[in-house]
């Protein structure tokens, strides 16, 4: 029955970690998969998290199963933090939110949720988009189509040819669109495109389908998640994928969420029953661990705080990564403009990096993905100099 199967391809991220880890050289750098690391390198473990974890501790609580769609106290905290506390969809009880393994296993709850109501329906996602996005809705059963989105030449957001082909959707399609710094380009768009955007997705009849990985490394939290907000108030039927996995450097405790949102809080209701199903057929119910630090950092005000504050300076660092790559760059490459980098938004840059180019950084050491997307939130003030160094030579 195995005989015949065919190795699969690497994962075109978490691949490169793999790589990266089997690399014998210490001084090895990944700038491959989307992580926050400190300037020592490290990935931080947050004071609010440790603080969250204390308190946890010290309830020595038993570990039960967690409903199937986990734990009410976070899923209320997720509402919360991505609809507005003051949201009407929360007052009304129009959104449902369910705990999920990341933000990953959020995206497949709605995939296979939507598969099941939806079959017929295709997705959108924007040209380039996630690595992961194709395949996980292919998974789910979509036909996965792109949408107009990155202008090479520009190193910013066509926004024209993406408006075109929003209009362009047949009704019902499932749009997936990046509420906040687009992985991988690090192009979002501005608030007036956003209207533009919005108005046609109600328009045309589209399901967004926000996935929102990043909240917090853009602008802010609040800003981050204005678009949430904004198409919530629409009354179109919406989907969110949220994750804390980088805002709250959890990525191995697998938090996120799922929120949908619904005409009614009757429909509400029935969505919520419907989802709980496909979490019950997939692995029954979301872990504690993660869950419980979440909604205990964001319900305590003095851990809220120092969270936020947290965020800030995760944000205030990778903006300051990427002033010094642009400098450091004007000065080791001076033929070359990479001012963009500055402008994008989060974790990433597209850096306009070939193919090539990246599997020549690799045989130094330094791992990037092949599409040309580096994570701004691995620089550090030792290792940038190797960074630029080793671009500067392979430009
Ligand atoms: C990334 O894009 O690198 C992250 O979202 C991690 C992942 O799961 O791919």
Redesign the pocket.
């Known amino acids: 029955v195995f005989s015949a199967i065919e190795m699969a391809p690497r994962?075109p991220?978490?691949g490169i970690t793999e790589a990266f880890n089997a690399d014998t050289n210490p001084a090895k750098i990944n700038l491959?998969?989307?992580?926050y690391y400190d300037d020592n390198g490290k990935v931080p473990l947050l004071k609010c998290v440790e603080k969250a974890e204390a308190i946890l501790i010290e309830q020595h609580a038993p570990r039960t199963y967690l409903p199937i769609e986990g734990l009410a106290a976070y899923d209320k905290a997720v509402q919360e933090l991505v609809f507005g506390a003051d949201s009407a969809v929360i007052q009304e009880k129009r959104a449902v939110t369910v705990q999920a393994l990341?933000?990953?296993g959020a995206l497949k709850l709605g995939a296979d949720f939507l598969k099941r109501f939806s079959p017929d329906s295709e997705v959108y996602i924007s040209n380039p988009s996630?690595?992961?996005h194709r395949a996980l809705f292919e998974s789910a059963g979509f036909k996965v189509n792109n949408y107009a989105y990155y202008d090479e030449t520009t190193h910013g957001v066509n926004f024209a040819a993406m408006l075109a082909a929003l209009k362009a959707m047949p009704r019902g399609a499932i749009v997936v669109l990046h509420a906040c710094c687009h992985?991988?380009t690090g192009a979002d768009l501005t608030q007036s495109q956003w209207d533009e955007v919005i108005a046609a997705v109600v328009a045309g009849g589209l399901v967004p389908f926000l996935d929102m990985?990043y909240q917090g490394f853009g602008a802010g939290i609040a800003e981050d998640g204005a678009v949430v907000r904004r198409f919530a108030a629409t009354g179109v039927a919406l989907l969110v994928s949220n994750s804390f996995?980088?805002s709250f450097s959890l990525y191995g405790e697998r938090v996120g969420a799922l929120s949908v949102v619904a005409a009614s809080a009757e429909e509400a209701s029935r969505l919520l029953s419907q989802l709980k199903r496909v979490v019950r057929t997939n692995y029954s119910n979301p872990p504690v661990h993660g869950g419980k630090v979440v909604a205990t950092a964001l319900a305590t005000p003095e851990l809220r705080q120092m969270w936020e504050d947290e965020l800030a300076g995760m944000r205030v660092r990778i903006k300051e990564m990427r002033e010094a790559f642009v400098q450091k760059l004007k000065a080791k490459a001076p033929g070359h403009d990479f001012d963009f980098v500055r402008e994008q938004v989060g974790m990433?840059s597209y850096s306009g990096l070939s193919k090539e180019q990246v599997a020549k950084l690799r045989e130094q050491s330094i791992y990037a993905?092949d599409t040309g997307r580096i994570?701004v939130a691995a620089l550090n003030s030792k290792n940038i100099d190797t960074v630029v160094d080793a671009i500067a030579k392979v430009l």
Do not use: R
């Not at 491959?32 to 992580?35: D, L």
């Open positions: 994962d991220i978490l491959g998969v989307g992580v990341g933000g990953t996630w690595e992961n992985n991988p990985a996995s980088k990433f993905v994570c």
